[in-house]
């Protein structure tokens, strides 16, 4: 019987061992600099609080909050940084609220692949009605085999994206639809009905130097594309025939169809019953060897950065992995990033 007794204490005392937890550190500096916001309140409506589990050196690792308290964690990272008081306020106006949608883990057994879906948006607070800001709304796949610790990687990622997030919203440009409270778990039916790209009956010809004029169907004006004697694009120019830096360029439209710039040129953006996409691949739009980093970084702070050097080709051709596997790569319609 004393045997038994401790051979199941040591089987016990093995399980519990094997469980690791690793933290999603809020330690990145978020201090608006500008001093323009006054408080940070996060609105936590995952259907599921538990963000996952991952598997590590034959070990079960469970990725937590501090505390275990997203809404308590990222206020009061907050107010650290930005030298808030007892009642959670810096020394600005603006009320920024952050609104959870999605933080979840999974683990492919057979492909060993890691995914982290992410969904987070903010808004702007102005007497109770609700300003949408941005978003971050994608999937960050993580390969163990070229990641050394994928728990920590992931753990990372969500720290990047949450700080990335933060600070563009201190000062990222709001849009103009008003938003009740009770209706915010609706907000990207409300807001989509008024992103003009999205409802006109034919899009403006021109150019676009980012995604915000192209929602607002507003072209650069004195811009053009320039074509060579077979029709292709070959550059961006302005009235004074100066060609424009491919970092200052969303796309294009003409004949009312619209091209976006990508790393292999342009690629239309066609469309279909569920929205805006390009036929494409993760490959091709973001460069495998600093996926994930590029991701981030270009979905929470837009593209500027992300494309230079990128090939000026108004179909790709010649310049794509024949090899690459495409598919069809949404828009996501309010902010104009990629959505895998």
Avoid: C
């Avoid at 051979?7 to 323009?36: C, G, H, M, P, Y």
């Avoid at 103009?176 to 899009?203: Q, R």
């Amino acid at each position: 019987m004393k045997k038994r007794i401790v051979f199941l204490f040591l089987s016990v005392s093995v399980w519990v061992s094997a469980q690791t937890t690793e933290l999603i550190r809020l330690n990145q500096n978020i201090k608006d600099k500008s001093s323009r916001t006054k408080t940070l309140t996060v609105i936590d409506n995952r259907a599921d609080k538990n963000i996952g589990t991952l598997t590590y050196k034959d070990e079960t690792v469970d990725l937590k909050f501090p505390g275990n308290d997203l809404k308590s964690g990222i206020e009061t990272w907050f107010a650290k940084d930005n030298k808030a008081g007892g009642d959670n306020k810096a020394g600005g106006t603006n009320d920024i609220v952050l609104l959870v949608e999605e933080i979840k883990v999974s683990e492919f057994k057979k492909t060993q692949l890691a995914k982290a879906k992410v969904k987070i948006s903010s808004f702007i607070n102005r007497n109770g009605r609700y300003y949408f800001i941005n978003r971050y709304n994608n999937t960050l796949d993580f390969n163990p085999k070229i990641t050394p610790n994928v728990p920590r990687s992931i753990s990372m990622a969500l720290s990047t994206i949450l700080s990335s997030l933060i600070k563009d919203s201190y000062s990222h440009i709001a849009f103009s639809t008003s938003i009740a409270e009770a209706d915010l778990i609706n907000y990207e039916a409300i807001v989509g009905k008024n992103i003009k790209y999205l409802n006109v009956p034919e899009l403006t010809a021109g150019v676009y130097t980012d995604f915000r004029s192209f929602y607002l169907q507003a072209p650069k004006e004195g811009y053009y594309a320039d074509k060579n004697k077979k029709g292709k694009v070959i550059g961006i120019k302005n009235r004074e025939d100066l060609l424009i830096s491919s970092e200052e360029i969303f796309g294009y439209v003409e004949d009312g169809k619209a091209f976006r710039l990508t790393p292999v040129g342009f690629l239309e953006m066609l469309k279909d019953d569920k929205g805006y996409y390009v036929v494409s691949s993760r490959q091709e739009l973001f460069p495998p060897q600093n996926n994930n980093a590029m991701m981030i970084g270009a979905m929470t702070g837009g593209m500027i950065g992300a494309l230079i050097g990128a090939a000026i080709d108004s179909s790709g051709s010649g310049k794509r992995n024949p090899n690459t596997g495409l598919s069809n790569i949404y828009i996501d319609p309010l902010t104009g990033e990629y959505s895998f």
